[in-house]
C-alpha cells in the first residue's frame, strides 16, 4: 500500500485491474478464450484509460493469433478525455487492429450504447456496478418496504423525501430484493475462509437490520439496455461486494469520499445529500442481486463467484504471486466477486 502511494498519481482509484495490470486482464482474457465460439466481439462499459482492454488483447496477441486477428472490441466510455486515452494508447501498442477497425470508441455512457450486435458478445463492466445510480427504499409504519425517496433540491441543503413507491423499475428491483435467495450451506462455508476481518463486518451488516436500503435500479437500467441491442450478451462483471467505513445507516449503504492528492487520502461523508461534484460516491455490488436481475431480463442464472475463485480458475500462477511468494488478488481484495453469465440463445 505504501508503494503504492508513492507510485500512482494524484487522485488515482486503487481497482484490482489497474494495479494488477497486466495480470488481472490476462485472467479475464483466458477465460473468454475458454468460452468463446468462433468470431470474438467484446464490448467493455466504462474501459477508462484502456487499462484492461490493453491487457486483454495483449493476451490474445501472445496467446491466440486467430482470436487477436479476427477479434472486434468496442470501449464504451463517456469521458471524451478517456476516451482519446483509450485510443491514444491502442493505437501505440496495436496499431494494426486499430487500422482495420476492429477497435471501436463509442464516446457514450452504458445507457446510450446503440450498436447491434447479434453474434455472441462478451460485456464487461470492471468496477463499474459501484458507481451507477441507486434508488433509496423505506419500510412504511406497517413494515412494509413500500416507500421510494425523492431528493428535493430547491433548497441550499437537498433533503430527502418519502412517498409511496410508483416508479415501475423501483417496484421491480424492490420485489428482486425482498425475494433474494439464502445463502446456501456452501456458501456460507466459503465465507467463513475469507479472513476474520472480514467475516465480523459481514456479520455485524446480518445482524444490524435497517428500515432503508439502497436498491440498483441503475444496474436493472443498463442490463436491460444492453441486452436489447447485444441479445446475446455473455457479461464479465467484477466490482466489489462489501465495503469497510461507510457511514450513512441503510442496507447496501454507499461510502461517499472525497479523494486528497495520495490515493490513500480521503475524507468521509455520514450522506450523499453533498454538493454536486465535491465527492464520489461508490456502492457495495450485492451479487445475488445481480444474479437476480439477469435471470429476470434473460431467464438464466449464470454464476457468482469470489473473485480469487475466478483467478484460481483462470490465472497461471506466475500471473499471481509475487516472488516471495504473496498472492495479493487472494490473500486481500476478498471483499471483491465476480458475475458471469452464459451466451444467451
Same mark, same amino acid.
Given at each position: 500500500?505504501?508503494?503504492?502511494?508513492?507510485?500512482?498519481?494524484?487522485?488515482?482509484f486503487l481497482t484490482p485491474v489497474e494495479i494488477f495490470q497486466p495480470w488481472y486482464g490476462h485472467t479475464i482474457g483466458n477465460y473468454i478464450l475458454d468460452k468463446a465460439k468462433g #468470431?470474438?466481439? $467484446?464490448?467493455? $462499459?466504462?474501459? +477508462?484509460?484502456?487499462?484492461?482492454?490493453?491487457?486483454? !488483447?495483449?493476451?490474445?496477441?501472445k496467446h491466440s493469433t486467430q482470436t487477436y486477428e479476427s477479434l472486434k472490441y468496442y470501449l464504451c466510455e463517456i469521458s471524451p478525455v478517456l476516451a482519446n486515452t483509450c485510443v491514444e494508447r491502442i493505437s501505440d501498442q496495436h496499431s494494426q487492429l486499430v487500422k482495420n477497425g476492429q477497435i471501436e470508441i463509442v464516446n457514450k455512457s452504458g445507457m446510450e450504447f446503440d450498436i447491434d450486435i447479434k453474434g455472441?458478445?462478451?460485456? !464487461?463492466? !470492471?468496477?463499474? &456496478?459501484?458507481?451507477?445510480p441507486h434508488d433509496r427504499i423505506y419500510k412504511d409504519a406497517q413494515n412494509k418496504w413500500s416507500l421510494q425517496t425523492v431528493v428535493d433540491t430547491s433548497k441550499e441543503t437537498p433533503v430527502e423525501i418519502q412517498e409511496s413507491i410508483t416508479d415501475s423499475i423501483i417496484q421491480t428491483c424492490t420485489e428482486l430484493f425482498l425475494n433474494l435467495p439464502e445463502l446456501t450451506d456452501k456458501e456460507r462455508e466459503e465465507e467463513h475462509r475469507e479472513g476474520f476481518i472480514y467475516n465480523i463486518v459481514k456479520y455485524w451488516y446480518s445482524r444490524h437490520k435497517s428500515n432503508n436500503a439502497f436498491i440498483p435500479t441503475g444496474q436493472y437500467i443498463l442490463l436491460s439496455h444492453l441486452l436489447s441491442h447485444i441479445p446475446k450478451a455473455h457479461f464479465i462483471l467484477?466490482?466489489?461486494d462489501s465495503l469497510?467505513?461507510?457511514? $450513512?445507516?441503510?442496507?447496501?449503504?454507499?461510502?461517499?469520499?472525497? *479523494? +486528497?492528492?495520495?490515493s490513500h487520502e480521503k475524507l468521509d461523508f455520514d450522506t450523499y445529500l453533498v454538493p454536486r461534484g465535491e465527492a464520489d460516491i461508490m456502492f457495495p455490488t450485492n451479487f445475488k442481486?445481480?444474479?437476480?436481475?439477469? #435471470?429476470? &431480463?434473460?431467464?438464466?442464472?449464470?454464476?457468482v463467484w469470489k473473485s480469487y475463485k475466478f483467478m484460481?480458475?483462470?490465472? #497461471?500462477? *506466475?500471473?499471481?504471486?509475487?516472488?516471495t511468494g504473496y498472492r495479493p488478488m487472494f490473500d486481500d481484495f476478498k471483499n471483491t466477486s465476480n458475475f458471469t453469465s452464459e451466451e444467451q440463445p
Open positions: 500500500m505504501e508503494a503504492l502511494g508513492k507510485h500512482y498519481p494524484e487522485y488515482a #468470431k470474438v466481439n $467484446i464490448v467493455e $462499459i466504462g474501459p +477508462g484509460t484502456g487499462t484492461a482492454a490493453l491487457s486483454i !488483447l495483449d493476451f490474445f496477441k455472441q458478445c462478451f460485456v !464487461l463492466a !470492471l468496477e463499474v &456496478l459501484d458507481n451507477l467484477a466490482d466489489f469497510v467505513g461507510t457511514k $450513512i445507516d441503510a442496507i447496501n449503504s454507499p461510502i461517499v469520499s472525497q *479523494k +486528497g492528492k495520495l442481486m445481480t444474479q437476480a436481475i439477469v #435471470k429476470q &431480463l434473460t431467464g438464466r442464472s449464470g454464476k484460481e480458475e483462470y490465472a #497461471k500462477t *506466475k500471473w499471481t504471486e509475487t516472488k
